[in-house]
């Protein structure tokens, strides 16, 4: 290492020490931050000390550095001001070996409000998270009063039963959706508005939707299997019969011969001209024609018999099927209604709560808590709102609201009626 690469290094060391001294910020990541509008940034013109100073990076984005005038550092990293810097002096003929050093040494705050231990304003750095600038403001609010504490935990013990009942509610619906459809033989199913558009906006109840188309095709696609091996069963016994009438309409015309053939041997053997050998093969033939008839009629019995057998099967299939999917839907009716009876019961319960400590159940007895994050920022002179995570980013200015997530669960207590008219519709 040259003495000159060494003495850069030592008066690097020193500047970072002098400035931990004065207490000023040094951000963490710094050569890949990007520079922001009212960021202070520390310039050093190292040929011209006198040209190093702080600067405020103003509205528009610029600092104005004499001699070589304003120049645009917002959105830029302090590597590539740096370089800039540089380049327009040489430019400008001012020096032909300029150097240039650029801090940034303090950003806009952040500041946080909401549903916090302690809403306020809090230094920024670069990679500063939503869950960070929550942890600055203490965390989530929590209640100390040993009273509300308990209330606090009645609440929250009877969200998390609101949301399963809630899933609960949204699965009976849907469920009772397939069953009617399944009744009507139909192979889709209509569900309510409520669902559908419940859907467009929740993942999970449109994965049960998809669940409940599925198992109705699965159930319809089963049943017409079923149900069409039955009917080419009967169909093979329809061919059946038709092949043994023929045969019996054949035997019926040997029969006739045979008798008109006995006829004429009976009026020679009448006449002392015909054989009893002859009259008695005749006699056996006949019998045996007779014999071979019944024989076709009890095959035409038995085809018969077992065609009204497989209708008889194919009725006991379908009214089966009518009496367990009535069945169902009739516990699933039963269900629904015990899930509002619930959700009602938990409502009120939410309700009496609220009367003592309202901020602990939000502003209405048919609402779920959780939390919504919006980040609140100003950028190219617009105000914009952003949905956030705990994992998203801010920017220097943000405004990070955290506020209590307001899910309505009023949905059975709006769908009573509906629920009672389905009964009589179904």
């Not at 024609?289 to 379908?318: S, Y």
């Not at 099927?321 to 269900?335: C, D, G």
């Not at 980040?375 to 709102?385: A, H, L, P």
């Amino acid at each position: 290492m040259t003495k000159a690469m060494r003495l850069i290094r030592t008066v690097l060391g020193i500047g970072v020490v002098f400035i931990i001294m004065l207490g000023l910020p040094i951000f963490a990541g710094a050569a890949d931050y990007v520079v922001r509008p009212d960021d202070r940034l520390r310039i050093k013109i190292f040929q011209f000390p006198e040209l190093s100073a702080d600067y405020t990076v103003s509205a528009n984005g610029t600092v104005l550095i004499p001699p070589i005038g304003e120049i645009q550092v917002a959105g830029f990293s302090v590597t590539d001001i740096s370089s800039d810097i540089s380049k327009r002096f040489i430019k400008a003929g001012i020096s032909d070996k300029p150097g240039a050093s650029v801090e940034v040494i303090q950003s806009r705050p952040v500041y946080v409000v909401g549903d916090v231990l302690k809403a306020g304003e809090y230094n920024y750095r670069p990679g500063l998270t939503v869950l960070q600038a929550i942890s600055l403001a203490g965390g989530w609010y929590r209640v100390n009063d040993p009273g509300l504490m308990r209330l606090d935990r009645e609440a929250i013990s009877i969200r998390g039963d609101m949301r399963n009942l809630v899933k609960w509610y949204y699965q009976l619906v849907a469920k009772r959706a397939r069953l009617n459809a399944e009744l009507a033989s139909r192979t889709d199913v209509d569900f309510p508005e409520e669902l559908t558009q419940r859907a467009e906006k929740d993942p999970s109840v449109a994965k049960l939707l998809d669940e409940e188309r599925s198992i109705l095709s699965v159930s319809v696609n089963a049943l017409a299997k079923h149900l069409d091996s039955l009917q080419k069963t009967s169909e093979l016994y329809e061919e059946e019969i038709s092949a043994v009438l023929r045969q019996i309409e054949a035997t019926k015309a040997q029969a006739r011969s045979v008798q008109q053939e006995r006829k004429e041997v009976e009026a020679l053997f009448a006449r002392g001209l015909g054989t009893i050998t002859r009259k008695s093969n005749l006699e056996r033939l006949a019998a045996q024609v007779e014999m071979t008839e019944q024989g076709f009629q009890t095959l035409l019995l038995r085809a018969r018999q077992n065609i009204t057998q497989v209708k008889q099967k194919i009725f006991d299939i379908e009214n089966e099927r009518h009496t367990r999917l009535n069945s169902e839907l009739q516990r699933t009716r039963l269900e629904l209604e015990q899930v509002a009876m619930k959700i009602d019961t938990n409502q009120n319960l939410l309700v009496e709560i609220r009367s003592v400590g309202p901020s602990l159940v939000g502003y209405s007895p048919d609402l779920i808590e959780g939390r919504v994050l919006t980040i609140v920022r100003v950028q190219d002179g617009k105000t914009s709102t952003i949905e956030a995570d705990e994992n998203t980013e801010l920017y220097p200015g943000d405004v990070l609201k955290v506020e209590k997530n307001i899910i309505p669960t009023d949905i059975p207590k709006m769908n009573k009626s509906l629920i009672r008219s389905s009964v009589e519709r179904d």
